[in-house]
C-alpha cells in the first residue's frame, strides 16, 4: 500500500519553492484566441483514467495525465493506481500521457544523480507504451532552483501546484496549477475559470482520483462533468498541456 508523504510545509520549504519561481525562468509564448482551460490528473490512480478520462470525452475533449510508471497498479490511498494497459489506452484515445518521476520522488529532496536515474526509467516506460513525455509535473509541487534547472533541460514545460493564471512570458519551467480537491474544490476551480474568461488566460487546473467518495486530492465524476460545462458555456478552450504550448 502507497502511504501519503508530506513534503515540507515549513516556513523553509515555503521560502524555496517561492524563491524557485524567481530563477531558471523560461518565457511561454502564448497565443491564445480564447480563454484555454487544461485538465489535468496527477500521479494516476484508476479512477482518473476511467472516468476522469471519460468526462473530458463526453465533452469532445482530452487531458493532460502525469504518469509515475512505477506506481502500476498498487495500491494507494487513492485507490488503486492505473496499469500499463490502462496508460496504453489514454494514449489510444487521444489523451496527453506526461512525465511524473517513476516512483512519486520528492524532486528538492532527490539526489541530482538520483533524479536523472529516476526520470530515464519513467520515460522510458511510457515511451514503451507509446507515450512521448515532454511535459512534467514537480511530485508534491516540491521544486526547488536546482532542480527546476535539471527538469527544465530534459522537458517542454514544468507544472507545480501554486495556484494562478499563465499569461504570455508565464514560466513554463514552474506553471501554476490549481486543484479540484477538497469539499470546496469544486468552487475554487470554478471562480479561476470565470478569472481566466475575463484576463483571456491559460488555467491549468489538476486533480488525482476521480470517484463518487474521493480522496481529499481528488473529485468527483460529477463535480468534474459541471467544470469542463462550465468551461465550455463560458467559451473557453479545452486542451492539453502540448497542445496550448505548440500553438
Avoid at 494562478?164 to 514560466?171: A, E, N, R
Avoid at 480522496?215 to 478552450?237: E, Q, V, Y
Wanted: aromatic share 6%; proline share 6%; with cysteine.
Amino acid at each position: 500500500m502507497i502511504q501519503p508523504y508530506t513534503p515540507d510545509v515549513g516556513l523553509a520549504g515555503k521560502l524555496r519553492r517561492r524563491f524557485a519561481r524567481l530563477t531558471h525562468r523560461r518565457p511561454a509564448r502564448l497565443r491564445l484566441a480564447r480563454p484555454t482551460v487544461s485538465f489535468t490528473f496527477d500521479d494516476i490512480p484508476a479512477t482518473a483514467a476511467h472516468a476522469g478520462a471519460q468526462a473530458l470525452e463526453q465533452h469532445g475533449a482530452r487531458g493532460t495525465f502525469y504518469v509515475c510508471a512505477g506506481l502500476f497498479g498498487q495500491q494507494g490511498h487513492m485507490g488503486r493506481f492505473a496499469d500499463s494497459a490502462e496508460i496504453e489506452t489514454l494514449i489510444h484515445r487521444g489523451h496527453e500521457v506526461a512525465g511524473h518521476t517513476l516512483n512519486h520522488v520528492d524532486c528538492h529532496r532527490t539526489s541530482p544523480t538520483e533524479l536523472d536515474a529516476d526520470l530515464d526509467a519513467n520515460d522510458a516506460a511510457l515511451c514503451g507504451l507509446g507515450a512521448a513525455p515532454l511535459h512534467f509535473a514537480y511530485p508534491y509541487g516540491e521544486v526547488s532552483p536546482r532542480a527546476k534547472k535539471q527538469l527544465g533541460a530534459r522537458y517542454a514545460s514544468l507544472r507545480g501546484v501554486h495556484k494562478g493564471l499563465v499569461h504570455d512570458g508565464g514560466d513554463r519551467n514552474q506553471l501554476p496549477g490549481v486543484g479540484i480537491e477538497g469539499p470546496d474544490g469544486e468552487v475554487v476551480a470554478r471562480a479561476w475559470i470565470d478569472r481566466a474568461v475575463a484576463e483571456n488566460a491559460w488555467l491549468i487546473l489538476y486533480t488525482h482520483d476521480v470517484r463518487e467518495t474521493p480522496s481529499p486530492w481528488g473529485c468527483t465524476p460529477d463535480a468534474l462533468d459541471r467544470l469542463i460545462a462550465h468551461a465550455r458555456d463560458a467559451g473557453c478552450d479545452i486542451r492539453t498541456i502540448g497542445e496550448v504550448l505548440a500553438a
